[in-house]
């Protein structure tokens, strides 16, 4: 037969990269094979063709601060760093606690995102009871534990209760592991004068013990998937894994950010501000690590985009990071030795299954054709004006990377092809 399109290169799979072709028909993938027949052929010899990226930690900013990001603009640049699907965090002006607010972001998706977006419920501090109406229109929930942009901090003395109504609802729990208190008695007693003195400010003492906090809450309720955002430290891996060995149901992410920066590049770059902050190298090198051998479950960008006027003036905390999801992903495998099936795992395969979205994730029949085409032998420098996000800068500017995305599929439909954005 033969296919709208066929993709061929080296196509990740679990056992690891394989020379193929992938035919797809009607957006879907038919076949692997060799000698595919298709009406559009994306020749892709020595790269290396990914399931699409599915990053589970995106602040699109829309409604409510379009200055910032909306939903075009950020897919935008999702394609540009090789994301086909992202999960948009609740903390918005008017957050996504109701049914209101989850109908008004999903009429906003609809109409102007350009890849897959699912959305996250958000736990109310004043009602947590709310979420169990969310639970038809949303992939998963998000809790904060210390406060942030749009939400409150969460109590840990709350959090049984909150995991047995999210249990109930079948859907994951993602979980923003920095206890407020630490902060507040840290933040007073803290020299800000240093470039990197907000490191210190947030210590690893907040987030290892809201970390602790929820494995022990995890105790009382055994069948609800949970994970820990951005983790910044070897000690929060630990617990993740010490939780897991206990058969509790508990993974842990990293952000690009936290992977590729320490706590030194903040000396230089002040824009690097962060929550949680970013860590000394031994920190840094364990979330390598865990990602080497699968202790660190997700890649996420935890995209937070702020104009850069509104950094340089100080106080907000968080980077854009969409633009450069393949950046990182290339100088993971190609510099720290991660395994291209490994990135599979933790950019494609494992989020998907995490957000039960079944229809994506792997390079397999019947799966959706959302390809990530990832060129390892493509070095580019990053810079500023090259970003599509509305942020308009990136925190790698002036950095090379090994490789990047080269083509960009969605459901069949090539969005990027050969550097260049189709829409």
Same mark, same amino acid.
């Given at each position: 037969?033969?296919?709208?399109? %066929? $993709?061929?290169?080296?196509?990740?799979?679990?056992?690891?990269?394989?020379?193929?072709?992938?035919?797809?028909?009607?957006?879907?993938?038919?076949?692997?094979?060799?000698g595919?027949?298709?009406?559009?052929?994306?020749? *892709?010899?020595? #790269?290396?063709?990914f399931?699409?990226f599915?990053?589970?930690?995106?602040?699109?900013?829309e !409604? @409510?601060?379009?200055?910032k990001?909306?939903?075009?603009?950020?897919?935008?640049?999702?394609?540009?760093?090789?994301?086909?699907?992202?999960?948009?965090?609740?903390?918005?002006?008017?957050?996504?606690?109701?049914?209101?607010?989850?109908?008004?972001?999903?009429?906003?998706?609809?109409?102007?995102?350009? %890849?897959?977006?699912?959305f996250?419920?958000? %736990?109310?501090?004043?009602?947590?009871?709310?979420?169990?109406?969310?639970?038809?229109g949303?992939?998963?929930?998000?809790?904060?534990?210390?406060?942030?942009?749009?939400?409150?901090?969460?109590?840990?003395?709350?959090?049984?209760r909150?995991?047995?109504?999210?249990?109930?609802?079948?859907? !994951?729990?993602?979980?923003? #592991?920095?206890?407020?208190?630490?902060?507040d008695?840290?933040?007073?007693?803290?020299? =800000?004068?240093?470039?990197? /003195?907000? #490191?210190?400010?947030?210590?690893?003492?907040?987030?290892?013990?809201?970390v602790?906090?929820?494995?022990?809450?995890?105790? @009382?309720?055994?069948?609800?998937?949970?994970?820990?955002?951005?983790?910044?430290?070897?000690?929060?891996?630990?617990?993740?894994?010490?939780?897991? =060995?206990?058969?509790?149901?508990?993974? #842990?992410?990293?952000?690009?950010?936290?992977?590729?920066?320490?706590?030194? /590049?903040?000396l230089?770059?002040?824009?690097?501000?962060?929550? !949680?902050?970013?860590?000394g190298?031994?920190?840094?090198?364990?979330?390598?690590?865990?990602?080497?051998?699968?202790? +660190?479950?997700?890649?996420?960008?935890?995209?937070?985009?702020?104009? $850069?006027?509104?950094?340089?003036?100080?106080?907000?905390?968080? %980077?854009?990071g969409?633009?450069?999801?393949?950046?990182?992903?290339?100088?993971? =495998?190609?510099?720290?030795?991660?395994?291209?099936?490994?990135?599979?795992? *933790?950019?494609?395969?494992?989020?998907?299954?995490?957000?039960? $979205?079944?229809?994506?994730?792997?390079? /397999?029949? @019947?799966k959706?054709?959302?390809?990530?085409?990832?060129?390892?032998h493509?070095?580019?420098?990053?810079?500023?004006?090259? +970003?599509r996000?509305?942020?308009?800068?990136?925190?790698?500017?002036?950095?090379?990377?090994?490789?990047?995305?080269?083509?960009?599929?969605?459901?069949?439909?090539?969005?990027?092809?050969?550097?260049?954005? +189709?829409?």
């Open positions: 037969m033969e296919h709208d399109l %066929v $993709l061929e290169g080296r196509v990740v799979v679990p056992a690891g990269p394989r020379d193929a072709e992938v035919g797809v028909t009607d957006g879907v993938i038919a076949e692997i094979g060799h595919l027949k298709g009406s559009r052929r994306v020749r *892709a010899e020595g #790269c290396l063709i399931p699409g599915v990053d589970i930690h995106v602040h699109l900013r !409604p @409510g601060w379009e200055r990001e909306d939903f075009r603009t950020g897919t935008m640049a999702a394609i540009h760093g090789g994301v086909t699907t992202l999960a948009d965090m609740p903390n918005n002006p008017t957050p996504t606690t109701t049914m209101e607010a989850l109908a008004l972001k999903a009429r906003l998706a609809e109409a102007k995102a350009l %890849v897959g977006v699912v996250y419920g958000g %736990v109310a501090t004043d009602d947590p009871g709310r979420l169990v109406k969310l639970s038809v949303v992939a998963g929930y998000k809790l904060f534990m210390s406060e942030t942009t749009g939400a409150e901090a969460f109590p840990a003395g709350g959090l049984p909150v995991f047995n109504l999210v249990a109930g609802t079948g859907k !994951p729990l993602s979980i923003h #592991c920095e206890d407020q208190a630490v902060i008695e840290t933040a007073q007693a803290t020299d =800000m004068s240093a470039p990197d /003195a907000y #490191c210190d400010s947030r210590p690893p003492r907040s987030e290892a013990e809201a602790a906090s929820v494995v022990r809450a995890l105790r @009382g309720e055994k069948g609800l998937a949970a994970n820990v955002c951005h983790a910044s430290l070897r000690e929060t891996v630990s617990l993740v894994e010490g939780a897991r =060995m206990e058969g509790l149901r508990l993974s #842990c992410e990293a952000t690009l950010h936290h992977v590729y920066f320490s706590r030194r /590049a903040m230089d770059n002040p824009l690097l501000r962060t929550n !949680p902050p970013l860590r190298e031994e920190d840094r090198e364990a979330l390598v690590q865990g990602l080497r051998d699968e202790k +660190v479950s997700f890649l996420v960008t935890d995209h937070a985009p702020h104009l $850069l006027e509104e950094k340089e003036e100080g106080g907000l905390a968080g %980077v854009p969409l633009d450069d999801y393949s950046h990182v992903a290339a100088w993971l =495998m190609k510099s720290q030795g991660v395994h291209p099936a490994t990135v599979a795992k *933790a950019a494609s395969a494992n989020p998907a299954r995490y957000l039960h $979205l079944d229809d994506r994730g792997e390079v /397999a029949p @019947g959706r054709a959302d390809f990530t085409v990832i060129d390892l493509a070095a580019e420098t990053v810079k500023n004006g090259d +970003v996000s509305r942020a308009g800068w990136s925190p790698y500017d002036g950095r090379e990377f090994p490789g990047r995305a080269r083509w960009v599929i969605y459901g069949g439909e090539v969005l990027m092809d050969d550097f260049e954005s +189709v829409r």
